[in-house]
């Protein structure tokens, strides 16, 4: 149980392009979702988090407009980069916590996306 | 405010003894503690959590921490280490029960030498 899994796990796109990366929680419903940014041999940061329905809330220094997070259910959640530039290349990772079951009080990880910005 | 300290970047052991990754924390409220290990090319996956209950945490493959409050540390420990243990490892700290961001250490990286 507590299963995420992401979408694509990694991606190569041209500079100036959007870039969207799905993740679903499998077997519960994630009533919370976060988005994490991981740099090579770095530890991961927070970029968001959002609550199905409502809107995202973006730690300081990440930009809401470039980085467009959607939770429209209680399963997905996208971020979608848009006009994506070389240095927006890294990795993505999502994380999802519910209210009931071993979602409760813990966030399961997806595997992660790894994006590459040419 | 939340921090968290992972006092080893490295820590290498030998194959059969002891791990010991040490963690401290600073939060200004009762803090949930959590460790994730992170394989290479894999997902992060949670190998114990703390969150007010017993001070002695039991977690997955034989790894287990303790809550030190007066110290304001979470140490991860393993009686015996093993190849497969060799991985990145993440203290983290959260203020509320899973329904906050997670503030994560730098993360130390366990060698295990054969």
């Known amino acids: 149980g507590a299963v995420v899994s992401q979408h694509p796990s990694w991606v190569i796109c041209k500079s100036g392009t959007s870039v969207k990366i799905e993740c679903r929680s499998l077997?519960?419903?994630?009533?919370?979702m976060f988005w994490y940014r991981q740099f090579p041999k770095q530890s991961l940061m927070l970029m968001a988090t959002s609550n199905e329905g409502s809107k995202a809330t973006y730690e300081q220094g990440v930009e809401k407009d470039k980085f467009l997070i959607n939770h429209a259910s209680l399963t997905l959640s996208t971020l979608t980069v848009t006009s994506a530039h070389p240095e927006d290349s890294s990795f993505y990772i999502c994380?999802?916590?519910?209210?009931?079951?071993?979602?409760?009080?813990?966030?399961?990880f997806g595997p992660g996306t790894r994006l590459l910005v040419l | 405010a939340q921090s968290v300290t992972q006092l080893d970047s490295h820590v290498s052991v030998s194959e059969g003894t002891p791990v010991l990754l040490r963690c401290n924390y600073s939060?200004?409220?009762?803090?949930?503690l959590f460790w994730y290990v992170q394989h290479p090319n894999k997902g992060l996956q949670l190998l114990l959590k703390?969150?007010?209950?017993?001070?002695l945490v039991k977690g997955i493959n034989g790894f287990e921490a303790e809550f030190k409050k007066s110290e304001t540390s979470f140490h991860l420990t393993k009686p015996s280490a093993h190849m497969s243990d060799a991985a990145e490892y993440f203290c983290?700290?959260?203020?509320?029960?899973?329904?906050?961001?997670?503030?994560f250490g730098k993360g130390t990286h366990l060698i295990i030498q054969p």
């Open positions: 939060s200004s409220y009762s803090p949930s």
């Open positions: 703390y969150t007010s209950a017993a001070t």
């Open positions: 077997d519960f419903q994630a009533t919370t």
């Open positions: 983290v700290v959260s203020k509320l029960k899973g329904a906050d961001g997670l503030t």
């Open positions: 994380s999802a916590s519910g209210t009931s079951g071993r979602a409760r009080e813990t966030q399961y």
